[in-house]
């Protein structure tokens, strides 16, 4: 008897943890083919641009479907399904969010993508793929792991096609808990480098321009002070110009 209250007292923790609220359809059983999967949608930005998403079937996944991200008309270069769900279960937790992604045509990347935004306004963790873009038209592991501030208020996901003309596919979407948010020690100082420099003054010329004289609403809606942290780190360690225009072009995209 005692043994087995043992063992009752020992599984109580698990049992006691609820898992955390699930994604909305994310696999797209809800929802017809050729339209949008409930619960997910595209940003007015990108029904501007001429981009369409709508369910596909396809037997060789989970639940048998995916969503297609397709430019139908127009010269938008961004199209992007999305989602956001209460960050109330995630805060204080490190978390993971997979997907699959593959691409058809020329020209195109696909990224999946997770921002954290506060209870103040200020954005949390972000991470839009922009160093390991999909372009391969066979199915393509996306994989973003963040932290969850303590004071955040939604954790928005998603996937997006950028530039060129075809067509992507997205797989359904898990996202899940890893545990808590482990200590964050800071980097120690160092010295930049001249092409650092550089590339730290290109992107902050990009930074004034995006911030001050684009006319989307997500430029305007934008935390720029805590994109002018994440897009320097990501600017300064390009290797030459060339990488140094693309990786510019990938963070800036989502706001310009």
């Keep these: 008897m005692k043994l087995t209250l043992l063992g009752l007292a020992l599984s109580l923790p698990v049992l006691a943890q609820a898992p955390p609220p699930a994604l909305r359809n994310p696999a797209f059983l809800e929802g017809a083919p050729g339209e949008l999967p409930k619960g997910w949608f595209l940003p007015k930005a990108s029904v501007d641009a001429g981009f369409h998403a709508g369910i596909e079937e396809d037997l060789s996944l989970p639940g048998g479907r995916c969503v297609a991200i397709r430019r139908e008309k127009g010269s938008g270069a961004f199209g992007n399904l999305m989602q956001a769900v209460d960050a109330g279960p995630f805060r204080g937790k490190r978390i993971r969010l997979r997907t699959r992604m593959r691409v058809e045509g020329t020209g195109g990347v696909g990224q999946a993508w997770l921002r954290v935004d506060r209870e103040d306004g200020s954005m949390g963790f972000f991470d839009n793929m922009q160093d390991r873009v999909v372009t391969a038209s066979a199915w393509t592991d996306g994989t973003i792991v963040g932290d969850v501030a303590a004071n955040a208020k ?8 950028l530039g060129g003309r075809g067509v992507l596919r997205v ?13 964050v020690h800071a980097q120690p100082a160092r010295a930049l480098t001249e ?3 550089a590339n730290l003054a290109a992107f902050t010329r990009a ?5 001050f004289f684009h006319p989307s609403d997500a430029a305007a809606s934008a935390n720029w002070n805590r994109l002018a942290i994440l897009g320097a780190r990501a600017a300064e360690g390009a290797t030459s110009a060339p990488d140094l225009a693309s990786r510019l072009q990938k963070f800036f995209v989502p706001w310009a």
């Design 154 to 161: 939604t954790v928005n996901i998603g996937a997006f096609f």
């Design 171 to 183: 797989a359904p979407f898990t996202l899940e808990i890893l545990g808590d948010t482990p200590a």
């Design 195 to 197: 092409r650092g420099l």
């Design 207 to 211: 930074l004034g321009y995006i911030r």
